[in-house]
Nanobody, 116 residues
Framework: QVQLVESGGGLVQPGGSLRLSCAAS????????MAWYRQAAGELRELVAI???????NYIESVKGRFTISRDSAKNTLYLQMTSLKPEDTAVYYC??????????WGQGTQVTVSS
């Protein structure tokens, strides 16, 4: 079973940037997709961005043009570059490795707080 370790979260002012990383213990290309989710306090966890094995990407509408998902397969690492951050981006961000609909692994999460 792969282990996923997120890092890069923290406190940032509105308009600022952060880059999240998700280091995997095995090849991320062995998974059908890798994704970033987030969960704000009192809210359901939501998909933020996803990258398929072939490289295609998708984003939720609210982050399009501001967030970029990418990967470095040589380092087995997934990234989420976040720019123009807003207070509503505040959440715990989770990395997910998806082998199939029923076979997936979550990371432990990293807190992102956007506040002045």
């Amino acid at each position: 079973q792969v282990q996923l370790v997120e890092s890069g979260g923290g406190l940032v002012q509105p308009g600022g940037s952060l880059r999240l990383s998700c280091a995997a213990s095995r090849s991320i290309l062995s998974y059908n997709a890798m994704a970033w989710y987030r969960q704000a306090a009192g809210e359901l966890r939501e998909l933020v961005a996803i990258i398929a094995r072939g490289g295609s990407t998708n984003y939720i509408e609210s982050v399009k043009g501001r967030f970029t998902i990418s990967r470095d397969s040589a380092k087995n690492t997934l990234y989420l570059q976040m720019t123009s951050l807003k207070p509503e981006d505040t959440a715990v961000y989770y990395c997910k490795a998806e082998a199939s609909f029923y076979d997936y692994v979550w990371g432990q999460g990293t807190q992102v707080t956007v506040s002045s």
